[in-house]
Each structure stands twice: as C-alpha cells, then as structure tokens.
C-alpha cells in the first residue's frame, strides 16, 4: 500500500501542487534508518518535464535507498518545504538529527523550516 500525497505549497496555493509518494515499505525505512542521518537530492535535467524529482534517502544496511519522493513545479524553498512538510506529516516520528544536501540554499531553507531548532543541515559544496 502506497500513500499518495497531493498538496499545495501552503493552504491558500493550489496553483502550484507538490505530488508526495511514499509506501508503508518506505514509511518504515525511514522511521528505522532516517532518524540519525537523511539525504535530500533532486534530478535536474533528466526527463522532458520540467518538473524536479525530490528524493529522501536514508543509509541502510545494504546502502543509500529512496525511502520518499516528490514532485514539485519549481525548486523554490516553499515548494520543497511543502514536500517535506507532507513527508513529515505522513511519517510524524520522522525527526532526523542531520539532513545532508548538496549546496542548495532552498533546499536548506526548506529542511531548517520543517524541523526548527534542533536539526543540522550538512552542505556539501562541490
């Protein structure tokens, strides 16, 4: 069973829809691996829509695996939160101690504003 998530970037915006997918599979890889360390990357330039895939990836026993994606129409900071905000909604016991990204600056935003205070974003700029 999958869940399926359909939102706007905040309550009053629907024009720009943020599609969230996550099976129980997942939900449960990332309560079991993603509560030390987490990965967030996008494609950038990989199909014909110009829509970025946002994934959520946890270190496991056997490596690196996808355990949330979204969709987003652009890779504004509230278009990513708003990702990860569903993500966290689905998964409320997700609270991960460090997020590593690439050195994005709105996906950093994105992350800082969903879990306020306590998490550490780890920037790699290459």
Same mark, same amino acid.
């Given at each position: 069973?999958?869940?399926?998530?359909? %939102?706007?970037?905040?309550? !009053?915006? =629907?024009?720009?829809?943020?599609?969230?997918?996550?099976?129980?599979? /997942? /939900?449960?890889?990332?309560?079991?691996?993603?509560?030390?360390? %987490?990965?967030?990357?996008? =494609?950038?330039? @990989? =199909?014909?829509?110009?829509?970025?895939?946002?994934?959520?990836?946890?270190? @496991?026993?056997?490596?690196?695996?996808? $355990? $949330?994606?979204?969709? =987003? @129409?652009?890779? &504004?900071?509230? !278009?990513?939160? +708003?990702?990860?905000?569903?993500? &966290? @909604?689905?998964?409320?016991?997700?609270?991960? &101690?460090?997020?590593?990204?690439?050195? %994005?600056? +709105? /996906?950093? +935003? +994105?992350?800082? $504003?969903?879990?306020?205070?306590?998490?550490?974003?780890? !920037?790699?700029?290459?």
């Amino acid at each position: 069973m999958s869940s399926v998530y359909l %939102c706007g970037r905040d309550d !009053s915006d =629907t024009s720009k829809p943020v599609f969230v997918h996550m099976s129980l599979f /997942q /939900q449960k890889l990332l309560l079991r691996y993603g509560n030390k360390v %987490c990965l967030i990357d996008a =494609t950038h330039n @990989t =199909t014909v829509y110009d829509m970025p895939l946002f994934m959520i990836c946890v270190p @496991t026993n056997s490596g690196y695996v996808v $355990a $949330a994606s979204f969709l =987003t @129409t652009d890779c &504004q900071a509230v !278009s990513i939160e +708003a990702g990860v905000r569903a993500i &966290q @909604t689905l998964c409320p016991d997700w609270k991960p &101690q460090f997020v590593m990204s690439d050195y %994005c600056e +709105a /996906q950093i +935003a +994105a992350v800082e $504003a969903v879990f306020p205070g306590f998490l550490r974003v780890i !920037s790699l700029k290459v």
